[in-house]
């Protein structure tokens, strides 16, 4: 249970925001790449509001190889709109993604031309395996001097212990919780989840969401939940980067689902082209922080070990695979009975 901080948690003062309270450099990293990292401008606000060295970074589906710009390792790349060696969108787009897709460089370039700060992103190959993330991050540790990391999922499944019917979009999720666990202890490190039912459209179960959530309140390990408006100037932000970043790149079906919830839109409000067939949920709980302790969540995998050994994202896959057909029988995914 966190413990940082004068007194304890309170109505006024949240359980993260006590933890992070007196740290004065903190990683935002967003946890299955792509556009999760958007998931965590809020909390980039809110901090940098309050006078903290706040920094970002991400698992990136962009070709690094071909970005150019300042590398920390072969592993991390300084991406900064501001950096004239960065390589124009349009040239590496990667994973099967459409041109112009490099989110890191668009919310750069959204601090950068809207707000006028100069804020890089520090972008991680998505190929890698736990043991690498892990030195990468060790490298930011040391270079930042992070005395705190939290880690955001846009959407729910980085809460799946393994052992249910859905995962959901699992390897990034998978190689960022490892890596962050195996990080030495005097970094605070957390998990956040912004986007409560946007995975369902990819089969994951909110009723194990939450029954995974009730475990981890037994154990100290979750930190409660608290909402970002459009009335708050963090949440505001968030509205901001992802329509100017929309007009630019591919759309994100979790930001715009966000977003759209963040609006009081509700219900089968369709965001994007490939939901058409889908049917969506857009509601108030979309907007909600969920807060966790990571290395609490960690622990619930059973499969930890063998993620944290990793080398490459083919391990990764592996390792979960190996594990669930270990498992008797899966935990089914229920209705919330409500």
Known sequence: MAKDGPGGPSLLQPALFHALSGKESVLIAGCG???????????????????????????????????????????????????????????????????????????????????????PVYTFDRSLGAKQLADSYKVLTEELNLDAIVIVDGGTDSLMFGNEEQLGTPIEDSTSIAAMHSL???????????????????????????????????????????????????????????????????????????????????????????????????????????CYELDAVARLMPHMPELMKTTSRTQVAAAIQVYRKSVPAMRDAKPIPL
Request: hydrophobic share 40%; net charge negative; charged share 15%.
């Open 33 to 119: 790449g792509g556009y999760d990292v958007y998931s965590g401008v809020p909390l980039y606000a809110a901090l940098r509001k309050q006078g903290v060295n706040v920094h970002l970074a991400n698992l990136t589906f962009t070709n690094l190889e071909r970005v150019g710009g300042k590398k920390l390792n072969d592993h991390c790349t300084v991406v900064a709109a501001s950096d004239p060696s960065i390589a124009e969108p349009q040239e590496v787009s990667g994973a099967g993604r459409g041109l112009n897709y490099f989110p890191e460089y668009y919310l750069s370039k959204y601090f950068l031309d809207v707000q006028g700060w100069d804020v």
């Open 184 to 290: 030495p202890v005097p970094q605070a490190k957390f998990l956040l989840c912004l986007g409560f039912g946007v995975d369902h459209f990819h089969g994951v179960s909110h009723h194990l969401f939450l029954e995974n959530t009730a475990q981890l309140t037994q154990l100290g390990g979750f930190l409660g939940a608290f909402s970002v408006t459009q009335q708050m100037p963090e949440g505001q932000m968030l509205l901001s980067a992802y329509e100017f970043v929309a007009k630019l790149s591919q759309d994100s079906i979790v930001c715009s689902s966000v977003c759209n919830a963040m609006r009081g839109k509700f219900g089968n409000v369709q965001v994007s082209p490939r939901t058409a067939t889908s049917d969506l949920y857009i509601n108030p709980l979309m907007c909600m922080y969920w």
